[in-house]
């Protein structure tokens, strides 16, 4: 049976993201202003403000779309709306557990509490209305811990692929 489910998941934008781009273009405007009045050595803070910007909005613009096809899971990162890259690439097999972060099947991999440190990939949309879970996998021979939130039909192919590694409550 061929299949392919996709979820695309955009992150929150944190607090104060507009704010910094606010500043990053008025420091950027003054120093122009004064590159052109005054003397041509503010040009090159000018120029590098606009670096920083066109960093800055690439690189805190983020969105995670999760795909379920065969027997892989695939995680990309899309950066500022444009560059995507694949994260991770994941054989079913190579699932132990995918859980609610609150299940008691993912206790011991907590931050607090949990006997087993892991390297953790977040890929959440950092939203409190969203429910996450929490993946245990392994990637290149070691263990990695990485945060996801799926949806209602990404869920179900999952749980009738795995059927024992997938808790859903």
């Known amino acids: 049976m061929a ?42 803070p000018c120029f590098l403000l606009a670096g920083l910007y ?16 065969g027997d892989i899971l695939q995680i990309d990162v899309i950066k500022g709306g444009a560059r995507r890259s694949c994260e991770h690439r994941i054989p079913f097999v190579d699932i132990e557990v995918i859980a609610p972060h609150a299940h008691s099947a993912v206790a011991r991999y907590r931050i607090k509490g949990g006997s087993e440190r892991l390297k953790k990939y977040d890929y959440t949309s950092y939203d409190d209305s969203i429910p996450y879970f929490t993946v245990i996998a392994r990637e290149d021979g070691k263990k990695i811990k990485i945060l996801m939130d799926l949806d209602d039909s990404m869920l179900r192919i999952l749980k009738t692929r795995m059927p024992d590694r997938v808790y859903t409550s």
């Open 54 to 69: 066109y960093w800055y909005t690439m690189n805190i613009d983020r969105e995670y779309e999760y795909t379920a096809s």
């Open 3 to 44: 299949y392919e489910v996709t979820t695309h998941v955009k992150r929150k934008k944190k607090h104060f993201s507009g704010f910094i781009k606010i500043l990053i273009v008025v420091m950027a405007v003054i120093c122009f202003l004064l590159g052109v009045t005054i003397t041509t050595g503010f040009l090159f």
